[in-house]
């Protein structure tokens, strides 16, 4: 789908794999367990490294009937390309997960069983706990204490399987779900930092730059033309600039706008072989399965 304002530059990702049965206490756990060690990689990754946007967040999503896992990515990026950037750290994070040492694999399930026999810190976050339960239709209070000892039986060689299965592009028994919000905007938003080469070689000119005005510009990210006009308003100041002088950082800064063109690798982007693009949603919805409704761990007893 098109992002609804036109003027929002920002697309957006969410890549979501079914796992399974909300309850069954297993599975369940061996996808928690999973979530927590790729958080921090996905982040590390595609937040830090790929600088792809703002919010990169992954975790396990449950509702009721089912569980599984997501990546969601919002980015001035176009949405295909953010969908194989998840994939390529999805090809990274096998590996990673594979050359986990058992020291590092026992160290991050016990930060997570400790989390979840962590004691509620006020009343409010004890009273949310028990209606999360009642919410979601199962009633089943003790599920944390419960979780805690599944996880502590759960191995690495489990989750390496549940990820290989239900997770991993290459699984031929996975079932994926990516929802694309793309920017209507068809250029690229410029980045400021690539102007910073031209204010460099206009002081080195002696084209007087106010470096305070400079820096409340790009603090404001701003676009290609208000860049373009700022550099062009310093030159018309600068009195003294010889022609050859002018003539040269005034085209530096015309070349500024080859800044947006997007990269090789970007525009090159596609989808993986066998995705099947979903137009009209409502159809797609009447071939799914039922969800199975929710029933209460224990009977309810209505006393006389």
């Known amino acids: 789908m098109d992002v609804p304002n036109p003027a929002n530059v920002n697309s957006s990702v969410d890549y979501y794999c079914e796992v399974g049965d909300v309850t069954d206490d297993v599975l369940r756990n061996e996808l928690a367990l999973f979530a927590h060690l790729a958080n921090e990689p996905c982040f590390n990754i595609l937040r830090t490294k790929e600088q792809l946007g703002y919010i990169v967040f992954s975790g396990s999503r449950s509702a009721v009937g089912q569980t599984g896992f997501r990546i969601l990515v919002q980015s001035e990026k176009d949405a295909v ?25 026992e160290k991050q399930r016990q930060s997570l069983v400790d989390k979840r026999l ?25 599920r944390r204490d419960r979780d805690a000892e599944v996880l502590k039986s759960i191995n690495k060689e489990q989750i390496i399987q549940l990820f290989n299965k239900y997770i991993h592009p290459s699984s031929e028994t996975r079932s994926k779900l990516s929802l694309h919000l793309q920017s209507q905007d068809k250029g690229v938003k410029f980045d400021p930092k690539r102007a ?27 676009s290609l033309d208000e860049v373009q006009a700022f550099a062009r308003k310093c030159l018309a100041e600068a009195t003294e600039l010889s022609e050859a002088d002018r003539t040269e950082l005034e085209a530096g800064v015309a070349a500024l706008a080859g800044s947006q063109v997007p990269s090789e690798t970007e525009s090159k982007a596609t989808l993986r072989e066998g995705n099947v693009v979903i137009r009209d949603i409502a159809p797609f919805k009447a071939t799914l399965r039922t969800t199975k409704a929710p029933t209460p761990v224990m009977p309810l007893k209505v006393e006389a």
């Open 196 to 222: 910073m080469p031209v204010v460099q070689a206009c002081l080195a000119k002696g084209v007087p730059i106010p470096m305070e005005a400079v820096q409340q510009l790009m603090a404001a990210s701003p």
């Open 81 to 105: 390309f953010l969908e194989s950037r998840v994939e390529a750290f999805l090809d990274y994070f096998q590996s990673y997960l594979t050359d986990m040492s058992n020291e590092e694999f």
């Open 118 to 142: 962590e004691k509620p810190k006020n009343l409010h976050g004890e009273s949310s706990r028990y209606w999360a339960r009642i919410g979601d239709g199962y009633y089943d209070f003790l």
